[in-house]
């Protein structure tokens, strides 16, 4: 999915993607480096999209 494709989606910083899920930044970069999570995200923006 491409940047058109995501427009209409919520895209958030990473603090307040942590802050929803409730977990810290920290986390969720470590989540990231071993494989866990695969957010959709350009920079330090997550968006709401969701991996298969």
């Known amino acids: 999915m491409g ?3 995501d427009r209409g989606r919520g ?6 993607a942590a802050e929803l899920v409730g977990t810290g930044q920290q986390n969720l970069r470590l989540y ?5 999570l695969e957010p959709g ?3 330090e923006r997550y968006t709401e999209r969701r991996s298969a």
Do not use: M
Request: hydrophobic letters at 35%.
């Open 11 to 16: 895209v958030y910083a990473i603090s307040v």
């Open 32 to 36: 990231e480096r071993k494989g866990l």
């Open 3 to 5: 940047q058109a494709e």
């Open 41 to 43: 995200r350009t920079r």
